[in-house]
């Protein structure tokens, strides 16, 4: 391939609207084109990048017996009425009517699709276990798309399901995708992703896992041990506090002095009331107004002054989506002095009151009093809220930097970002029981197989490959994705000898099977190597008057370990040693 | 890859439904599974066949210099309003509206996409010509999907888009892609498929050809002239007459009797006037009603009555759809009785009269006289209708089986019926025009690039190679495209010896690299050969206890061209030879 008939812009500023590097560089680099709010089109570099990802991912998926198959990216919402989801799942499941006003949705993911495809061969235990997978275009409609590749609309993903007889056996091919992962991860150049407890969300099921790339960029939030090597989602995380009391020191959790209202006048924020009474967060119970989106009921959650809510415990618990409250006069909620003691008096009908478990036994606390500049001090849960609530206590906060960690209980938990580049789920029987799908055992007997599901996002990938591996003049790809494997450059090309050189090693190499992308336009050495920057092709060879005036070209590879002069004789045999070494 | 794995049923029974053989054959195969009218999921059998299909075509259009790229499914409304094409295309795009209510479609072709992507890369001569393709799930919301894969709602398709600075460049361009799709045909194992003239459609442009597999089960007519080659789709064809006149054996055009009303009570049908007045279909004028979809105003076409109306050239002509005619008292028109003369006193205003050229100086034939039971003869097209009409004559009939071959003359059409496996066209400047796209000439000026496209269904052209290679047991898989080369079939697999030289022909292919689909089910040889006959894959061994009692194994290929015995020591080497002879 010659450079100067590669289609796409090479260009030096960077995008205004581009918050992370791979989406700047993958935009300057010609690499995508903005067609719509999270929707790209590709160059010819990406897709051979997306290509080289999904013969990897196949030859994995190949490797621990996935069969691919495909399945439609638009499907008969029947189907996804059977699963009960075209109901629970929110916006982000496009759904619209056909010609002849059937109604239909885009696949963001096929567990309905996979459980139709095989609900009639999977009628014998003998059949058992098998896993199929596709790599296809998905379509998932979010509120936010952004980062270029990272979040978008539409994507092309490998999402495989896998089929069992029992737990175990689902268990056992779990952590076998779970090695596969790990290999994929590795062999597309970034065996630093890690492994996540995760929250299952929509898909349901029991356990599930995320692959992270720790990223200062990423949008998600992964709770870290280093102690024991704990890691998890925020979202799924579990949040451990201490019991607090003012007399918890000498071992009574009992609080001895009475519940006190006092007046709190201008004090607003929980910073406000704890200046005034000199208290801390931690000494405070703070209230939480929620509405749900099916009814717009409220949910009243108090915590710990000092946390904040994890959303997706929340929603979790109640089985549907929130959003902040509005607060109503009609509510009887008195905005910032709302406390758990006398609130059932006042609060509406249908409302819903909850408790995090950071609160179990707390005493000695502040909290709002239900009326405006009041609130009461000295609140024990136990002694104080007894006769008003059967309060039973649960996890809905967010674990904090240096909080406990859920699995070895020290105070070691850190906090760093990520983006997610797979994930992988036990589902269990939540498609195949909804969906009646049914095997006869050995025995005669009737069961619900068991289900796993595994996903990666290829464009994602790529995007994260490039934000994992890149430096301010253009991403740095790994050989085994590299869109090609060498980059030649004619500097003077209008010099005859460069010309002759270049024209002969671009032919060996064509011959010799190496991918080659020459540059042989008449620009500047600067432009040259500018463009090759962006197009971060592991090996270049560098063909100039100067080079041959010692007999040699110059070899360079793009992350700068390697720079050599090499005979122009021997080039395309170093290069090719280069290629079995990285192999 | 073992058969007892492999996810899918295959079963005996031709389902009802299934009015052609390729849709039955996939089905009983367990190559595709109904998930919605038109849309189909796919099994690994099918999967593995489309990526070697898919891998033919890329390296083909590699070969023309084409640059693979990637457009998205879902696109904005606003590309296709660029083009005018979301108004003017009817109800097989599919429209839908995103979360926040913005218009998109599911793109069906993507000539938009496709100039969005470079418009600002050709904005210099110099870029030029260049082509971009993608291999990608297409959408098209048909009226009537029928016949399995042959046509439905959702399918991958190639489609490539080039660009260039002349027309004559586009037509060099164009014959090599000509070239390039005789070369995918026959690389697939379909060279008999030929190309024929075709209408444009949407598309617009000025030429185009369809690639058509003729058989009778095809849906496009195809004109063909077996004495100068020319051919045809049945849409495009022209239609060419002899000019009709009772007279016109002297020599004489002009009609010397009359026009004569006559009463014909009862006489509703042409054959019914015919009989009634001992004429003939060719000896009358036929009216055609049609009405436009945009403001449903009357069409008036009239023809010679033994020919029928090419609806393709009538919407081609008008510039917009219609459908035949719902006839009110309003219309003016009395139904069985329409004659050119006379009628445009009591037609509707709005309305459009349309002659058809078979009518162009025709003399002495029977007309409808406008009011009931009554026609006219004698009616001479030229002496008759000047007065009341300026009528200019043109091709709207059909062209029929032993008609006017309109290159060489002859009255020798054929019409055959064919699947239409590709097409291409020389789109000219109609989008990048209307989208504005421009590049400047080496002398300064601008201009406006000249286009073309070419499209190749993916899934459909499987479907058609099953269509034209099966035999009533299933498909007969040419071996570049086979789901797997060899097909091992261990007959009493419970015996000893067979497994253990199965096992070991087994392991000797796949480390040979020899795509292997290994049947070691304990089953009857009736089942495990017919499950191979509907595998369809091209050469068999089978090693049997009689077979081993001869120190042999049997290798047969799936079109019985070939049955040898071959020591079991020696069929792997056989089997790699045969392999290279193919290739």
Redesign the interface.
């Known amino acids: 391939m010659k450079l100067s008939?590669?289609?796409?812009?090479r260009f030096k500023e960077r995008p205004a609207d581009c918050i992370i590097d791979s989406h700047a560089l993958m935009l300057r680099g010609g690499y995508i084109?903005y067609?719509?709010n999270g929707?790209?089109?590709?160059?010819?570099p990406?897709?051979?990048i997306?290509h080289k990802i999904e013969q990897i991912i196949r030859e994995e998926m190949d490797a621990i017996?996935g069969?691919?198959?495909?399945?439609?990216?638009?499907?008969?919402a029947s189907?996804w009425e059977e699963s009960g989801r075209y109901e629970s799942v929110g916006?982000?499941l496009?759904r619209?009517?056909?010609?002849n006003g059937?109604p239909?949705v885009?696949g963001m993911t096929h567990e309905e699709?996979a459980v139709?495809?095989?609900r009639?061969?999977g009628q014998t235990y003998s059949?058992y276990p098998?896993m199929?997978y596709q790599i296809?275009?998905k379509?998932r409609?979010e509120?936010r798309p952004r980062a270029g590749l990272i979040r978008v609309?539409?994507f092309t993903m490998k999402d495989a399901y896998s089929f069992h007889t029992s737990q175990e056996d689902l268990e056992e091919y779990y952590m076998r995708c779970h090695a596969a992962y790990e290999r994929i991860f590795a062999r597309v150049g970034v065996p630093e992703v890690i492994s996540v407890a995760s929250d299952s969300g929509m898909m349901g099921g029991n356990l599930s896992h995320e692959f992270m790339l720790l990223t200062p960029v990423g949008e998600d939030s992964i709770a870290l041990c280093d102690a024991c090597g704990y890691r998890a989602n925020m979202e799924a995380a579990e949040c451990i506090t201490e019991p607090v009391s003012a007399c918890s020191e000498d071992g009574s959790r009992n609080s001895h002095a009475p519940l006190t209202e006092v007046h709190t006048p201008d004090c607003h924020t929980i910073e406000e009331v704890c200046a005034f009474l000199h208290s801390t967060p931690e000494m405070s119970c703070k209230a939480v107004v929620y509405q749900k989106n099916t009814d717009d009921s409220y949910i009243v959650l108090f915590l710990r002054g000092d946390l904040e809510v994890n959303e997706t415990k929340l929603t979790n618990y109640l089985g549907c989506e929130v959003h902040p409250a509005v607060i109503t006069e009609d509510s009887g909620l008195t905005a910032g002095f709302i406390g758990p003691y006398g609130l059932t008096k006042c609060l509406a009908a249908g409302s819903t009151v909850l408790f995090d478990r950071s609160l179990e036994h707390a005493a000695d606390i502040v909290c709002g009093a239900n009326r405006p500049d009041y609130h009461y001090t000295e609140l024990s849960i136990d002694r104080d809220l007894a006769a008003e609530y059967d309060i039973s206590f649960h996890d809905f906060a967010k674990i904090t930097e240096g909080g406990i960690c859920p699995h070895c209980g020290k105070k070691t938990i850190r906090i760093s970002r990520g983006i997610e580049v797979g994930n992988i789920f036990q589902l269990g029987t939540k498609y195949t029981e909804a969906m009646h799908m049914e095997y006869t055992d050995s025995d005669g007997s009737v069961h619900t197989p068991v289900m796993g599901c595994y996903g990666i996002g290829v464009g994602r990938l790529a995007a994260s490959v490039c934000e994992a591996h890149h430096d301010e003049y253009g991403p740095i790809w790994p050989l085994s994705i590299a869109p090609w494997q060498v980059h030649l450059c004619a500097v003077r090309v209008d010099d005859a000898s460069v010309r002759a050189c270049a024209d002969s090693l671009y032919q060996q190499l064509n011959g010799a099977h190496v991918e080659v992308l020459y540059d042989d336009r008449s620009v500047r050495a600067g432009i040259m190597f500018s463009d090759a920057d962006l197009l971060g092709i592991p090996y270049r060879i560098i063909v100039s008057p100067r080079n041959l005036s010692e007999h040699c070209v110059e070899l360079v590879s793009r992350d700068k370990s390697l720079q050599e002069k090499v005979p122009q004789e021997a080039v395309v045999d170093r290069i090719r040693q280069l290629l079995r070494e990285e192999r």
Request: charged share 30%.
């Open positions: 008939k590669l289609v796409g812009d084109k067609v719509a929707i790209y089109s590709s160059y010819l990406l897709r051979r997306t017996d069969q691919e198959v495909q399945f439609p990216v638009a499907l008969p189907l916006k982000e496009l619209f009517a056909d010609r059937s239909m885009l699709a139709q495809l095989v009639e061969y059949r098998f199929i296809q275009t379509f409609d509120a609309r539409e």
